[in-house]
T-cell receptor
Framework: GQSLEQPSEVTAVEGAIVQINCTYQ??????LSWYQQHDGGAPTFLSY????GLEETGRFSSFLSRSDSYGYLLLQELQMKDSASYFC???????????FGKGTKLSVKP | KAGVTQTPRYLIKTRGQQVTLSCSPI?????VSWYQQTPGQGLQFLFE???????NKGNFPGRFSGRQFSNSRSEMNVSTLELGDSALYLC?????????????FGPGTRLTVL
């Protein structure tokens, strides 16, 4: 079967750096995506990694290591507005469908 | 550019009924995906449509179905509703195929089954 593991909660202070990890188990792997969702809002696409390495988009970076079945989302210069849930998603399995992690709730404190 | 729109935003149904939800993608986007989000199961992929054809389907029973029209608008239908179908149903659109590529979500339809 397929599974994704990510921490349920992370707390950090404004201006700091936080890393949200995601480990996955899937037969067949096409890539890993990250989403942000504020309470009461819809998910917003953040990034997509198909190959190993780091992808940077402004304050957010995402990393993938296919050999370790592991990825992470790095948020720098944290702002209060970054308080949200972050989901990793993997496309894999025999049908190449998309599965999501349970989400990591990030709380940014002043 | 208008975003993804979903109608209705809220819906209350009773067990055994059926429901149809609608999604209008961003203009020019040809791919529409549907998701179910619940507190217990989290975010789950339902299906993806591209050029009026279902391209991928998640692990949901046959009571969940969908279709896409020639203008890329999409509908999903749930028949014989169960209490467990209460959820936020989200649709998302993207320019082309590729479940991992950037996609834009609508605000969702909150379905409550009594």
């Amino acid at each position: 079967g397929q599974s994704l593991e990510q921490p349920s909660e992370v707390t950090a202070v404004e201006g700091a750096i936080v890393q949200i990890n995601c480990t996955y188990q899937t037969s067949g792997f096409y890539g890993l995506s990250w989403y942000q969702q504020h309470d009461g809002g819809a998910p917003t696409f953040l990034s997509y990694n198909a190959l190993d390495g780091l992808e940077e988009t402004g304050r957010f970076s995402s990393f993938l290591s296919r050999s370790d079945s592991y990825g992470y989302l790095l948020l720098q210069e944290l702002q209060m507005k970054d308080s949200a849930s972050y989901f990793c998603a993997v496309r894999g399995g025999s049908q190449g469908n998309l599965i999501f992690g349970k989400g990591t709730k990030l709380s940014v404190k002043p | 550019k208008a975003g993804v729109t979903q109608t209705p935003r809220y819906l209350i149904k009773t067990r055994g009924q059926q429901v149809t939800l609608s999604c209008s993608p961003i203009s020019g986007h040809r791919s529409v995906s549907w998701y179910q989000q619940t507190p217990g199961q989290g975010l789950q992929f339902l299906f993806e449509y591209f050029s009026e054809t279902q391209r991928n389907k998640g692990n949901f029973p046959g009571r969940f179905s969908g279709r896409q029209f020639s203008n890329s608008r999409s509908e999903m239908n749930v028949s014989t509703l169960e209490l467990g179908d209460s959820a936020l149903y989200l649709c998302a659109s993207r320019k082309d195929r590729g479940l991992l590529n950037e996609q834009f979500f609508g605000p969702g339809t909150r379905l409550t089954v009594l």
